[in-house]
């Protein structure tokens, strides 16, 4: 089926008389007729990657439709037919849609199956009674959810090349649609700096492959996780060994002031150690 002309195009939900021509029905009949047109406003549908979803064409008329197709516009002008009925009976589609849509008659829609992500874009719906066409725009978006992320660490110690201890944190989740970022938590953002970034599409499915890796100043103890999508990772905990300085100092502190104690009474018992032996033989004498 070629793409339909139409002398005045309408984007409101008022009727104007226009002139569609080059109808072809069943690819054997050429009609050339003057109809009122309403376009109704946009819906937005969405399906997930790999599965079914179903296009409804609106109508405000309870008769049975002559005729109703689907097209899809491609660079905001060209419409491709994909499938549709006339008098009850489907209209041939081409291959690529032969055995991935199906027509009901009564409902006014179509079911496509087995979505990609080339199948995302704009479609327009035509419903024909009484030699009136309705015009229905339906948006379709594509999903696809990014697999659980994958989180590594590589935490180096104390003076390792670096002033304090930093770690080296990696997220990564592939076969998700649209494309999308990596997301941390539990992090300070002030303390860390993003390394490498990189997102890539494979050139069959048109899905997103997400990676990235940062660098985290450690400064205590944390549990982190990184989310791409709606997919999350598991938590890990990083900066372990940190420990804060206030604690650091304690434990010198504390030490030093025992044993400096100690040394003092020492001393004491050294100085008084005489008098103490001579107390004790005169004690020992009188018995």
């Not at 439709?65 to 660079?75: F, G, S, T, W």
């Not at 494309?179 to 990189?198: A, E, K, P």
Request: charged share 15%.
């Amino acid at each position: 089926m070629t793409s339909n002309s139409f002398k005045e195009k309408t984007y409101n939900k008022f009727c104007h008389l226009s002139i569609i021509s080059n109808i072809y029905i069943c690819n054997k009949m050429c009609v050339h007729v003057y109809l009122c047109m309403c376009v109704s406003l946009l819906e937005s549908i969405t399906a997930v990657l790999g599965h079914s979803v179903t296009f409804r064409c609106s109508s405000k008329h309870s008769t049975p439709a002559e005729r109703c197709y689907i097209q899809r516009v491609k660079n905001n002008k060209e419409e491709e037919f994909i499938s549709g009925f006339y008098r009850g009976q489907p209209i041939p589609v081409s291959p690529e849609y032969r055995n991935r849509t199906k027509v009901n008659v009564t409902e006014l829609s179509m079911e496509m199956r087995n979505i990609s992500v080339s199948d995302e874009g704009l479609y327009k719906c035509f419903v024909f009674i009484n030699n009136k066409a309705e015009i229905s725009e339906i948006l379709l978006k594509v999903t696809a959810e990014y697999s659980v992320p994958t989180i590594t660490k590589d935490c180096n110690k104390p003076g390792d090349g670096g002033a304090g201890k930093s770690c080296q944190l990696s997220c990564s989740a592939v076969g998700g649609y649209p494309q999308s970022t990596v997301r941390w938590t539990g992090l300070n953002q002030s303390l860390t700096n993003v390394i490498y970034s990189r997102s890539s599409a494979d050139n069959k499915s048109k899905t997103w492959t997400i990676n990235q890796t940062i660098v985290h100043n450690c400064n205590q103890p944390t549990n982190i996780s990184c989310a791409v999508g709606g997919s999350v990772s598991h938590t890990i905990t990083i900066c372990k060994c940190v420990v804060s300085s206030q604690y650091i100092l304690k434990a010198v502190v504390h030490p030093t002031i025992i044993l400096h104690l100690l040394l003092i009474f020492i001393q004491t018992c050294m100085r008084n150690l005489p008098n103490t032996c001579y107390s004790a033989a005169i004690t020992m004498n009188m018995f």
